[in-house]
């Protein structure tokens, strides 16, 4: 099992604008074969920072992923909303155990 967690930054003032092409990011993702979890969310305490969660069943559907139109078609998006500071990190896991 593959994680990718991290953050983006995004400007406030454009979040709202931003929402539609995110929602179109989430929905496409989830529907990849091999996608466990995909979710996005702001934090609470700062506003220009968007947290990315992602979980994947091996390491080649996300490698299948980053070749899809909706990860290009977001990715191209980020100049006119103000995205950038991507910080995100691959985790391999080997298993989890509720809490």
Same mark, same amino acid.
């Given at each position: %099992? ?6 983006? $930054?995004?400007?406030? *003032? ?7 092409? %995110?929602? $179109? %990011?989430?929905?496409? *993702? $989830?529907?990849? &074969?091999?996608?466990?979890?995909? !979710? ?17 069943? &091996? $390491? &080649? ?23 950038? &500071?991507?910080?995100?990190? %691959?985790?391999?896991? !080997?298993? *989890?155990?509720?809490?």
């Amino acid at each position: %099992m593959i994680i990718v967690a991290g953050t983006v $930054r995004i400007e406030p *003032s454009k979040l709202q604008e931003a929402r539609g092409i %995110m929602e $179109r %990011m989430i929905t496409a *993702s $989830r529907a990849e &074969d091999g996608c466990l979890q995909y !979710s996005y969310s702001v934090d609470v305490l700062d506003p220009h920072v968007v947290h990315v969660f992602e979980v994947w069943r &091996d $390491r &080649d559907v996300l490698q299948l992923h980053f070749k899809t139109p909706h990860l290009g078609e977001w990715r191209a998006a980020w100049p006119s909303f103000g995205i950038s &500071d991507r910080k995100l990190h %691959m985790y391999e896991v !080997s298993g *989890s155990t509720p809490l």
